[in-house]
């Protein structure tokens, strides 16, 4: 790990001054930034420190929904009763990721920023576009078993690896930020995670030194929420793919976003007006490119939807 200086931010408008100059990175749980700077992936020369600014709380928002702090841990975010009534495919998603101990770290923003763990991103001696621009995909022609199928592009075949992210995206979730000059915006999750196109290691819709204060859930749709992960171990293991669906909701129209599949969580609205698994996979993954390692991603999305459709009839 490399030298770096470390300040505790005073208010979140200081911590985003802070983190907008170059070489500094926020840091809250540190659950992937810690172990990405050993490995000297990341080499950030100032770390501004955000666990003191008081956005660990969870609140009604005003029209209905929740209002979840950008501090607040895993743990308690999958506990909370609201969370667990209302947006049970988020508490599901979460309690799926990582470790007790990890989500004990995790923060709701660090989950929504993590990285991606391709081996070829952790690996320095490999070519990387993410971690090196301009310099190659190794991925590509590589070992591609765990990346991506569909949003890829000639620069990077990589998945986002979040659980939470992906769950937050069937719930049409909203990111709220906070510039250097204190002027804060509301990002739909839609919106906030760039697929890799030819600058992959641009990740997200943030700005140089903008800071995530709050994730706004809408008011509750209701119906069954399932949240079901395929990996290659029973624990502690990334999404092969994974599937958060929302059914019978109060509108009418269920919802399904993917994980495993793509840069970003995966959601084709128009596929959810197809009547069966077979027929929302196809829309949900049109104009796929898989490589030969990761094909069976596609016939494995469209088993894995009919298994959560049963289950959601049986509900």
Known sequence: MKAFTYERATSPAA???????????????????????????????????????????IEASGDG???????????????????????????????????????????????????TRCPYFYDTNQPCNKRKPGSGCAAIGGYSRALAVIGTSADCI???????????????????????????RAIPIADFH?????????????????MITSVTLPRPVGGTHIYRKV?????????TISVAAVLRPDQGTPRFA??????????????????????????????????????YKIPLVERTLASVLAEGAAA
């Open 158 to 184: 990589a998945t986002h690896p979040s659980d939470m992210a992906v769950a937050m995206r069937a719930l049409d979730a909203t990111v709220e930020t906070v510039d250097a000059s204190g002027k804060s």
């Open 15 to 57: 911590a985003a001054a802070a983190a907008a100059k170059p070489g500094a990175k926020f840091i809250a749980g540190g659950t992937n930034l810690l172990d990405l700077m050993k490995l000297q992936v990341e080499t950030p020369t100032h770390l501004v420190d955000v666990n003191r600014l008081g956005l660990d709380t």
């Open 194 to 210: 760039r697929l890799p196109g030819n600058t992959p290691w641009i990740e997200t819709a943030l700005q140089p030194g903008e």
């Open 65 to 115: 929904g929740l209002r979840i702090g950008a501090l607040v841990r895993n743990t308690a975010l999958a506990a909370d009763p609201r969370v667990r009534r209302d947006y049970g495919v988020l508490s599901r998603a979460l309690l799926s990721g990582a470790s007790g101990q990890l989500r004990n770290k995790a923060t709701t923003a660090g989950n929504l920023l993590q990285r």
């Open 231 to 239: 990996r290659d171990r029973a624990s502690y293991a990334f999404a």
């Open 258 to 295: 993917f994980g495993g599949l793509a840069h970003k969580p995966w959601r084709v609205e128009a596929a959810e007006t197809q009547r069966d698994a077979k027929g929302i996979a196809a829309a949900a993954l049109a104009g796929a490119t898989p490589t030969a390692q990761n094909a």
